[in-house]
């Protein structure tokens, strides 16, 4: 199993990133997948989940301002963030659990990709 993130970058706040997730070496559309962040100091800590039959979960935080999508033809998820603020900072991981269903702790994710700078600062 292979999950490699890209697309992070340095945003001004109030700005846009969309963060892209390609994966391997399973059966991606039998899986949900998911988003966490981790910020300096911090846990990390769920950002957004979509399951094999693309139900959607969201953290309040980031709740109608970030929207996660899928593509099983590219075996890829997404992760477009709008209205970006400074809490958003943090590093952004890419996410597979042994489930087809939404999980939201880090303790039920099975495979990591090596993570994508997101920083937001004017």
């Known amino acids: 199993v292979q999950l490699v993130e890209s697309g992070g970058g340095l945003v001004q706040p109030g700005g846009s990133l969309r963060l892209s997730c390609v994966a391997s070496?399973?059966?991606?559309?039998?899986?949900?997948m998911g988003w966490f962040r981790q910020a300096p100091g911090e846990e990390r800590e769920f950002v957004a989940a979509?399951?094999?039959?693309?139900?959607?979960n969201y953290a309040d935080s980031v709740k109608g301002r970030f929207t996660i999508s899928r593509d099983n033809a590219k075996n890829t998820v997404n992760l477009q963030m709008n209205s970006l603020k400074p809490e958003d900072t943090a590093v952004y991981y890419c996410?597979?659990?042994?489930?087809?269903?939404?999980?939201?702790?880090?303790?039920?994710?099975?495979?990591w990709g090596q993570g994508t700078q997101v920083t937001v600062s004017s």
């Open positions: 996410g597979r659990p042994s489930s087809s269903y939404n999980r939201y702790r880090p303790r039920e994710y099975d495979y």
């Open positions: 070496g399973f059966t991606f559309s039998s899986y949900s």
């Open positions: 979509i399951s094999w039959d693309s139900i959607t």
